[in-house]
Nanobody
Framework: QVQLVESGGGSVQAGGSLRLSCAAS????????MAWFRQAPGKEREGVAAIYGSTSSPYYADSAKGRFTISKDNAKNTLYLQMNSLKPEDTAVYYC????????????????????WGQGTRVAVSS
């Protein structure tokens, strides 16, 4: 089973950028869907961005469109989330997740389809 370790979180001022990484212990090339979720204090976990493995087609939450970019490097078994123009409301713990191998998700930003999760990396954006 793939294990996931996120990194790249930190504190940044509004308007700044961060790049999150999610290193997988196994091969990710056969995984259909990988995604980033986030959970702000007192709120439910929400999908931020997902990527379909075969075509690298991205899916974004409305809050992420135009600011965040999801990508993956199969050779490095790593998933990325480039976050630009950060806002205080982006403050949260960010988690990466993978769906089971071979599974095609109809709602890529719904956490119900994902079976493997990282431990999270904290992002704090100050105004």
């Amino acid at each position: 089973q793939v294990q996931l370790v996120e990194s790249g979180g930190g504190s940044v001022q509004a308007g700044g950028s961060l790049r999150l990484s999610c290193a997988a212990s196994g091969f990710i090339s056969s995984i259909r869907f990988m995604a980033w979720f986030r959970q702000a204090p007192g709120k439910e976990r929400e999908g931020v961005a997902a990527i379909y493995g075969s075509t690298s087609s991205p899916y974004y939450a409305d809050s992420a469109k135009g600011r965040f970019t999801i990508s993956k490097d199969n050779a490095k078994n790593t998933l990325y989330l480039q976050m630009n123009s950060l806002k205080p409301e982006d403050t949260a713990v960010y988690y990466c997740a993978t769906a089971p191998v071979g599974v095609v998700l109809t709602r890529p930003l719904s956490q119900s389809g994902y079976s493997t999760w990282g431990q999270g990396t904290r992002v704090a954006v100050s105004s």
